[in-house]
């Protein structure tokens, strides 16, 4: 037996419109400690890895460990019939064919029930092995709006962009057919609201390209955390980190772009 | 291409 209930059904919401644009199924790995997804983008050269906590659910029960297979554009169509307020229970028997997802109102004068059926994934395990923490050149924090800003507002000049990352601050531009474009983002030195503050931690400069694509994916996730955390260093993919509240959180991993 | 083998040998280094 397999149910995971969360009181706030928008942070599941949230969580699919971050993952929508990049996969089109993946595998939810249920155990005792939590629910995970690991799956590259059919490009292979992005990876989405979420993690959500049984601690941060407010009911979490996993008798046996399951693998999921679901179709994210059908789990996105199940959550659009939760009402914002309502609460979700995810429920499945041990080796299921079907998830059920449960909607119930906050009054509990209206409970929905929704089954869908799951998806044989027999495609490769990643089995991801990387436990180590790799140690950055450069960490930066700024607000996600503020990202999700960048990356649009960049993405019309070129189809990527270049971070160039000091302890001064973060550079992102692009350049096109028509022109250029640069934002600088000073490190802030006293922000009044934890949220908006720019934070670098530099052991190097990094400079690095990146597809403007990818990133328009990743600031999806821009409504999960007031936070993005961006991690780089030269030649490893940069790790793009939100937090999901006291969950968990979502990290794409995305390959800088290299002149050959 | 080069940014999925990038990729590839930072999560499955031989």
């Given at each position: ?137 450069c960490v930066v924090k700024m607000p996600?709006?503020e ?17 160039a990352c000091s302890k001064e601050g973060i550079k ?12 600088k983002l000073a490190q802030t030195a006293d922000a009044?609201?934890?949220?908006e503050a720019v934070l670098v931690t530099m052991?190097?400069p ?24 961006l ?30 | ?14």
């Amino acid at each position: 037996m397999f149910e995971a209930r969360l009181v706030q059904s928008a942070i599941l919401k949230k969580v699919l419109d971050a993952i929508k644009d990049l996969l089109t199924e993946a595998t939810f790995e249920c155990s005792d400690s939590g629910i995970q997804v690991q799956a590259m983008d059919n490009a292979h050269v992005s990876l989405v890895s979420l993690n959500l906590r049984s601690d941060g659910f407010d009911k979490y029960r996993c008798d046996r460990n399951l693998s999921m297979g679901m179709s994210i554009a059908s789990m996105t169509k199940i959550l659009r019939c939760a009402g914002a307020e309502d609460t979700v229970t995810l429920r499945a028997v041990d080796n299921p064919e079907n998830i059920m997802f449960i909607f119930e109102s906050p009054n509990k004068e209206k409970l929905a029930e929704y089954e869908m059926k799951l998806i044989n994934m027999d495609q490769e395990h990643l089995g991801i092995i990387k436990t180590k923490e790799t140690s950055y050149s450069c960490v930066v924090k700024m607000p996600s709006q503020e990202f999700s800003r960048i990356c649009r507002d960049l993405s019309q000049f070129g189809e990527s962009i270049t971070f160039a990352c000091s302890k001064e601050g973060i550079k992102f531009s692009a350049s096109g057919d028509f022109g250029q474009a640069t934002v600088k983002l000073a490190q802030t030195a006293d922000a009044d609201k934890e949220e908006e503050a720019v934070l670098v931690t530099m052991q190097e400069p990094v400079k690095l390209t990146f597809s403007c694509r990818y990133l328009n994916c990743f600031v999806k996730a821009g409504p999960l955390c007031a936070q993005v955390q961006l991690s780089m260093s030269n030649d490893v993919p940069l790790v793009c980190e939100y937090k999901i509240g006291d969950i968990g959180h979502i990290r794409y991993y995305l390959a800088p772009k290299i002149d050959d | 291409r080069t940014s999925q083998k990038i990729l590839e040998r930072y999560f499955w280094p031989d």
